[in-house]
């Protein structure tokens, strides 16, 4: 990234955090930078002993996913001892980047490769840095003619044997955890990969409660609804281990959105965005930002989603597509500039205005299909399903094309937005009980996959949507079924809440209406006022005792 993109990296900070947000801490102009804090790592090497706390902090780099800070790290303790071999399966691994952030580039797969074969073939290496390697090779081998997840697998058996010939040596664990969590499947329901991961990182970080790696590893472990709350305490831990490390401030929140806790949702992801914009991580800004917009509607703090979702070009703009970033790579930042108007659009329920978004067409396929996606709910629920019809078609062209491109999860996830979109096409058209048969089987689709990391969560849930079409269609005990569900899997979401204190209002359960309307107002209590509809509708119903 230029000087001058910094810049401006620098004053939308200014204008973002200060302006958005009345509970963000107040940006620092000091000159004086605070002390670097990366949290404790020590990798043992056969380096040169004045390079072992330069490669520590590499290291620790890597294990917070600040990948090009990472790299420029390797480099350094390169250009002191040139015959440390092991410190190019460290700039491998920067190349490989996040492991749960999809398909690697063709170009990313070359460098990594090249870094192997040049540590390989530099100084001499012990067996133990050999092993390193040799296992981070697998992720790179064949990569023109072998799948991404053939590799990974090799990777995961690669250091399941380092692990095993080398029990004391702790990096080995924590990077053969991560390896057996990256293999994990969303498909598979009983999260054993997860689990067995989870239990040789608990074990650790009971050690060596500082690390950086161990605490980041078990959140995304724990990152699934039934686990969540496992991983409050590495989320609230993890911050303030590594806090110059825009990631280590951003996935606290992974956890904070899985159970509901908004305000520290917002609170973290805040940090983490002003740190990534000063780093100029602008793809990680982004992310950050779309965690927060989506924490901000949760709690009807529309106002404040606003002012994110309007900023969210500038930052699009700062991405050097070239640059070997953070956590999150220019794609998820493309994810996340289209994902957040959208949200704002359909977490409000405001059709029209989800119809309106404009197409932008850009390098990553699921970001499109994000923006076609709100587009054609909008229209459907606006009533003009001829014009959902074309957005429809685009999300089954892009679905087709991530499947040629042997994105099979990506092509699942656009496959669901198209079935929901069509979905509602056939409702706005009038065949209503074909609707809702195709909405409840795409519903158990969603179900039986998860969510990417890259989002904080679907658009809109598929079942949330049955219940909302339920409900209109006066059924409102199967809906009231539906968004019980959502808030099963999805604690403390604005519109599952809601809906559920409507359905059971129209059900004749005044109880249950009355409980859920309380929850909304709690959910919202730092809401703005006054709020959207909905949220003057819920706190009429808790002042009143009636709807209004």
Known sequence: MSTLSHRLGVAIVSCLFVACSSEAPPVAHD????PEQLGRVHFETSCQ????????RAVALLHS???GTANRAFQDVLAADPDCAITYWGQALTHWGNPFAGLKSPAAVAQGRAAIERGLATGTPTERERAYLSAAAELFRDGETTDQRTRTLAYERAMAALYEQYPDDREAAAFYALAVNQTALPTDKTYAQQLKAAGILEALFAEQPE???????LIHAYDHPPLAERALDAARRYATIAPSAPHALHMPSHTFTRVGLWQESVDTNIRSAETAL????PAEALHAMDYQVYAYLQMGRD??????????????ALIDAAALGGAAPPAAGTYAAAAIPARYAMERGVWEEAAALEARPSPTAYADAVTHFARAVGAARSGRAEAARADVAQLGALASKLAEMKDAYWAEQVDIQRRVSAAWVSFAEGRRAEAVSALQKVADAEDATDKSAVSPGPLAPARELLGEMLLAMDRPVEALAAFEAVMQKEPNRFRATLHA??????????????????DLVRIAESGDTPGRPELEEARAFVRDGVRP
Do not use: I
């Open 31 to 34: 000159d004086h930078e605070a």
């Open 49 to 56: 002993p004045a390079v072992a706390a330069d490669f520590d």
């Open 65 to 67: 996913f600040s990948f």
């Open 211 to 217: 690390h950086p790696g161990l605490a980041h590893y």
């Open 278 to 281: 000063r780093g100029a991580s």
């Open 303 to 316: 106002a404040d989603a606003q002012r994110v979702r309007d900023t969210a070009p500038e930052v699009l």
């Open 501 to 518: 204190a409507r359905a059971a209002a129209q059900a004749g359960d005044a109880a249950k209406a009355r409980a859920y309307y309380g």
